[in-house]
């Protein structure tokens, strides 16, 4: 019985450090100015978010944008309902850009216009 538990015990503990990593999405930085700053790192394609975008309120927002990849890679940013150009640019290896733009209650739509990447849709602004 003894060897069970620890048994067990250590496989929850394996399992919740294995976990960690995947549970440590950061919350949006507001600056004093009330800017909200979102970092995306770009690869080829696929974007990965280093704060969480889920629940966003509706304001004023820089994506500081990383080019992850070792090729040419590009940003676009659209108000979600309307489809409106909010921002685009290409973005060399390793470079970093950043977009601001207002987001409204609409939500935003970005993605890689230069390689084939799927809109990341942002619907649910409060």
């Not at 990849?69 to 590009?74: E, M, W």
Request: net charge negative; aromatic share 10%; charged share 20%.
């Amino acid at each position: 019985m003894n060897i069970l538990k620890r048994v067990t015990s250590i496989f929850v503990l394996m399992a919740a450090l294995v976990s960690i990593p995947f549970a440590q999405a950061a919350t949006p930085e507001t600056r004093a100015d009330g800017v909200t700053v979102i970092n995306l790192d770009e690869y080829s394609g696929y974007f990965s978010a280093k704060e969480t975008i889920a629940g966003l309120k509706a304001g004023e927002y820089e994506f500081v944008v990383t080019n992850k990849s070792d090729k040419l890679v590009g940003f676009q940013i659209q108000n979600f309902k309307t489809h409106e150009g909010l921002d685009m640019f290409p973005l060399e290896p390793g470079e970093q850009r950043i977009s601001r733009v207002t987001v409204t209650q609409d939500g935003v739509r970005f993605r890689c216009p230069i390689n084939p990447t799927p809109w990341y849709d942002i619907d649910n602004v409060n």
